[in-house]
């Protein structure tokens, strides 16, 4: 890999951004590999959870300056294409089968957000600032906007899209963008209680619960919802992996896939 850095330990990969001289901003190469190694990883049995870090000082800082200029002189179909692959990559992200961490060390800007609020959890520094600065060039945050607004809501979203003003730590974890803020010397500790509390679960009962999380958020409890949630709690039950938690359970030993 040419801008990111692979390690696995224990079940948990993690993934690392790698292009720290530029705060990790990313551009279409950075997009490419993300994708290849979350849509590889999210297939790896062996792979339970996964975190998304970074080097440096800061997190992301969004879409590179060199990629921006080119993007300057493309014509409305290299747009879109350009826009798709980056939407795409987001969707990579957010529908992995596994688990996963945003560990962010640092300032996070722009596309950034769109990273952090893909991922499962995230976890933030006290010092890490936050902004969506697209307006004060004149764009929009769209492609990562479905991820963003349905990790702050829609009412923060009004404010910090409109406004572009930056915000800390604090204020990402009172709207929810965050889940948790730490001093930087615990971050480590703290990402690593929430991987392996990730790890010990059962896997596929990991994975159903993402689906049921995409599948009920914002949908009105009706018949077709009740229904599908029944057959999910029947499904997982009767499976191999759900009579072997419940058997474990009983018999007061650790399920086969934590041994």
Known sequence: MKHLQLAFDAGVATVTLN????????????????????????????????????????????ADLNWMKRMASYSYEENLDDAKALANMLRVIYRCPKPTIARVQGDTYAGGMGLVAACDIAISVDTANYCLSEVKLGLIPATISPYVIRAMGPRAAHRYFLTAERFDAGEALRIGFVHEVVKAGELDAKVSEIAQAL?????????????????????????????????????????????????SFLGKRKPSWAT
């Open 19 to 62: 292009r720290p001289d530029v705060r990790n901003a990313f551009n279409d190469e950075v997009i490419g590999e993300l994708s290849g190694v979350f849509a590889e990883y999210g297939e790896r049995r062996e792979v339970r959870c996964i975190v998304l870090a970074a080097n440096g000082a800061a997190f992301c800082a969004g």
């Open 199 to 247: 790890v010990a679960a059962g896997p596929a009962a990991v994975k159903a619960c993402k689906e049921l999380v995409h599948d009920v958020a914002d949908r009105e409890i009706d018949h077709v919802l009740v229904e599908r949630t029944v057959k999910g709690i029947a499904d997982i039950r009767v499976s191999d992996e759900g009579r072997e938690g419940i058997q």
